[in-house]
């Protein structure tokens, strides 16, 4: 364990590759373009992504630098998190004020239930979509899916397909969706501040980045109810779950079925319409 | 624990390094007056980490690092003025790009379970993040329309 972090502080390949990176995308800046009335905002650290991505697969990066580069997001996150921290405090008062907000908009993550089980079901998945649609798929959320149903289960293939999908492309996907709903819909942009927060670090971090970029006179105001929110979402977010959010996707997933069921009952040939 | 608490810092340090640069060229904020910030940061984060060890509760690290960020920024709290002043010199978004440029470098190695999502999959996926993110908005909003607070 001490030697792989001596190993992760002298991988200086990386280290530089991380550090050329973030200068060439800072240098080039954020760009905005309009889709309709809405803004997609391209932000430094999406190029850092994508340009990071790239170099994956091109012999500067090995194995061994994508292993080394795990820890140094997780340190990075808390840096950010004691930024948020910071920005927090002497906001304390304005946050407290916000506090009923913040803490229903919580139950807002059960949004994914009713938008995403529907689409699951109509796109022929069966008990895969109770893995897939009951929240986020952020890791506490993986281990109490896979404790419940077992690793090799339809839920836990569900599951992970969702937080595979999340760790490759969750913060770019929030990162763009936030900016552009938060100009294309008459809600607030404090609203999706709390959004942001659905409980991982650099997806909050890109959600209200982009919030950031399109509205910089909010910008303390942002970062605070962001953090709190994703604070609250870090420490709440996994109870919600075990007890409103697979409950409540177990029930309604059962009632589209039946429903299902019946439907291809009355259509005369049932059984094999998802083959 | 005392060599843990060195190389956690000196990762930080290294980190920290890149988002002062980024800094520095994105925000033209110069290093000289970003470092006091940074160090603050580090040193949260390192408490942080510390208590996740020493402390037989099991909370992250981050719930602490959090809690200590806000505490020592709270206006009554001994000080305070200088940590907010030096740390407002940390852009965050100065803060995030290191993080998601070492995220993509990282990322590589899920590729190719990615690759084996089948497209209904990402459909579904792209739903999840949706529900969630437009769920949590609309309730916040309401929320605060009734409260008067937007």
């Known amino acids: ?275 | 624990m005392f060599k843990n608490i060195i190389e956690w810092f000196l990762i930080l340090l290294v980190f920290g390094l890149s988002a002062i640069v980024g800094n520095w060229v994105g925000y033209d904020v110069v290093p000289s007056a970003a470092i006091p910030g940074m160090l603050v940061l580090i040193l949260i984060s390192v408490v942080g980490l510390v208590l996740e060890k020493v402390v037989p509760v099991n909370i992250p690290s981050v719930g602490y690092i959090g809690l200590i960020g806000i505490l020592i920024s709270i206006p009554w709290f001994p000080g305070s003025e200088y940590v907010v002043r030096w740390t407002s010199e940390i852009n965050i978004l100065a803060l995030a790009t290191p993080i998601l440029a070492y995220a993509g470098i990282s990322i590589g190695k899920n590729w190719a379970d990615f690759s084996k999502l089948g497209w209904r999959s990402i459909i579904v996926a792209i739903f999840v993040f949706f529900g969630t993110f437009i769920g949590s908005a609309v309730i916040a909003e309401i929320i605060l329309r009734m409260q008067g607070i937007i």
């Not at chain 1, 800046?29 to 991505?53: D, E, R, T, W």
């Not at chain 1, 008990?127 to 419940?148: C, D, F, Q, W, Y």
């Open chain 1, 1 to 275: 364990m001490k030697n792989e972090k001596t190993e992760i502080l002298k991988d200086w390949r990386l280290h530089v590759i991380a550090l050329i990176l973030v200068g060439i995308t800072e240098a080039v800046g954020q760009f905005s373009f309009k889709v309709g009335s809405g803004v997609i905002l391209l932000l430094p650290m999406l190029y850092a992504f994508f340009m990071g991505l790239g170099l994956y697969f091109s012999p500067l990066v090995k194995e061994k630098q994508a292993k080394n580069a795990e820890p140094l997001i997780i340190l990075g996150v808390t840096l950010l998190i004691a930024k948020i921290g910071v920005t927090i405090g002497p906001q304390i008062e304005a946050l407290i004020a916000a506090g009923p907000a913040l803490l229903l908009q919580e139950l807002g993550n059960l949004g994914t239930i009713f938008f995403a089980l529907p689409i699951a079901v109509l796109l022929g998945f069966k008990r895969e979509s109770i893995g897939m649609t009951h929240s986020v798929a952020r890791e506490p959320n993986v281990g109490l899916i896979m404790n419940k149903f077992g690793f090799d289960s339809p839920e836990g293939r569900g599951v992970m397909a969702i937080y595979i999908f999340g760790t490759v492309f969750g913060a770019v996907f929030l990162g763009l969706i936030s900016g552009f709903l938060a100009t294309i819909t008459p809600l607030h942009p404090l609203s999706f501040a709390m959004a942001s927060g659905v409980g991982s670090g650099s997806m909050m971090a890109a959600a209200s980045g982009s919030l950031i970029g399109l509205f910089p006179e909010l910008e303390s105001q942002i970062v605070a109810f962001a953090g709190a929110s994703n604070l609250i979402s870090l420490s709440t977010g996994l109870y919600v779950s075990i007890f409103i959010g697979l409950p409540l996707t177990e029930k309604l997933y059962s009632i589209m079925m039946r429903r299902k069921e019946k439907k291809a009952a009355g259509a005369g040939k049932g059984g094999d319409m998802n083959v």
